[in-house]
């Protein structure tokens, strides 16, 4: 990948540094993880000892203290491991529960938990959705009832990433009898703590080194102190705070949809059919030009937003836009790539099938593409 303007000399070092360590510790493991549908938590624990986990966050926590754009180039050179389960949970630690704890905790919680989550010592995840609630955050039905100085969490949450390995659950609840966006609180939830269970790992299509669950909260107890932020302001939290990391989905997706044309290039160049190269002919070639110049585009409106965010501005449209686009182009290029690398495509044997598997998530996951075109639209005026 070229270097961009946007990055100095420190990013290029610290690119160098992570796409040496990706090849050399995460992809020749790549294929063993995805078989046995998981990785070892040592991962994180190395990451942290590398100071990857903290490259934007205070140093004050054990983090590196670099700026916004050294989380972008952990999200793209993450994609380098060719397993985007593994990239997605160390993404959930980084980019939705280190994002919330440094931005939202007190002292006194960084210290206890996002400086074990920076050294990749405490596993975490952020438990929002639900069954019946989904795109529909406001309708979250979990209930966090005061109960002195504690709070008693009741309720069931799905499709939490590192759910079931994650030490220290984020959990979204509301005040009982609140409605809508309104009386959402964040707790912190500790594994071990009575009343708190995994229920069930789930089995998916694609991204299958990242666990995924199903988890019970069942008069389950925690002190008031655990609450992350503001007391009501979970939903606003969430969905305002949250909004630079969601530029995460768009960054990683540019990076993964470099490395399936690349794949793709080669073997179009290699593989031979009516007695010459496949690249060569023109059908292929255009749609591979069209492909690339998409793939280039969304580049473009991730770094311009990048560039923003690391301004200080809170570009929202623009993420919401990145994300729409840069997904659905690497899906698209997944798709491309399986189609040009015919039946091979189609085997397991080749990374082909789960780069087509796993992409098809991002265009569902932190906010599905129509929930991307609702934002975008509201902003129209429509
Ligand atoms: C592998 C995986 C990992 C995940 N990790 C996490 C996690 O760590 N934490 C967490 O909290 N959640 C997580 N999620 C949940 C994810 O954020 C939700 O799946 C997503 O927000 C969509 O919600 P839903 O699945 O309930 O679909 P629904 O909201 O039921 O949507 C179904 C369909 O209806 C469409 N739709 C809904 N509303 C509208 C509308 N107003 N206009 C037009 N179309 C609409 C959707 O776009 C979609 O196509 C994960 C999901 C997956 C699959």
Redesign the pocket.
């Known amino acids: 990948m070229s270097e961009h303007p946007l990055f100095n000399e420190e990013h290029r070092a610290i690119r160098k540094t992570l796409r040496e360590f990706v090849a050399k510790e995460l992809t020749p493991h790549a294929d063993r993880w995805e078989a046995e549908k998981g990785f070892p938590d040592q991962v994180f624990k190395r990451m942290g000892e590398l100071g990857f986990l903290g490259l934007k966050y205070p140093e004050e926590y054990g983090g590196q203290g670099g700026d916004y754009l050294c989380g972008v180039i952990l999200a793209e050179e993450m994609m380098g491991c060719l397993s985007a389960g593994l990239a ?1 949970s160390i993404g ?1 630690q980084t980019d ?1 529960v280190c994002a919330l704890l440094e931005k939202m905790g007190s002292g006194e919680q960084k210290e206890q938990y996002l400086r074990p989550a920076l050294a990749g010592e405490m596993i975490g ?5 639900e069954p019946d ?4 955050v406001a309708a979250i039905r979990t209930v966090a009832e005061r109960e002195g100085d504690h709070f008693v969490i009741n309720g069931q ?1 799905t ?5 079931v390995r994650a030490d220290l659950a984020i959990v979204v609840a509301r005040a009982r009898g609140s409605e809508g966006a309104k009386g959402m609180s964040l707790l912190l939830v500790e594994k071990g703590t009575p009343g708190f269970s995994v229920s069930r790992k789930l089995d ?1 299509v694609g ?1 299958h080194t ?1 666990d ?1 669950a199903e988890l019970f909260f069942e008069d389950c107890r925690v002190p008031a102190e655990n609450i992350l932020g503001e007391e009501g302001q979970g939903f606003y939290h969430i969905m305002w705070e949250l909004q630079p990391e969601r530029l995460f989905g768009a960054v990683s997706s540019v990076a993964a949809a470099q490395i399936y044309l690349d794949i793709t290039l080669k073997y179009v160049k290699e593989r031979e059919q009516f007695g010459r190269p496949i690249g060569k002919f023109q059908a292929i070639r255009h749609r591979l030009a069209d492909l690339a110049t998409e793939l280039e585009a969304a580049r473009q409106l991730s770094y311009y937003t990048a560039g923003l965010i690391q301004a200080g501005e809170f570009p929202a449209r623009e993420i919401t836009m990145a994300k729409l686009f840069a997904t659905r182009m690497a899906n698209r290029m997944a798709d491309e790539a399986m189609q040009l690398h015919g039946g091979y495509g189609y085997m397991m044997e080749y990374p082909i099938q789960r780069f087509w598997r796993d992409s098809r ?1 991002i265009r ?8 991307m075109r ?1 934002i975008i639209s509201k902003q129209m005026g429509l």
């Open positions: 997605m959930a939705m995840c952020l438990c929002i959705t609630a989904g795109s529909d949450k499709f939490i990433t590192n759910g998916k991204m990242s995924t998530l569902i996951g932190a906010g599905t593409d129509e929930i609702e």
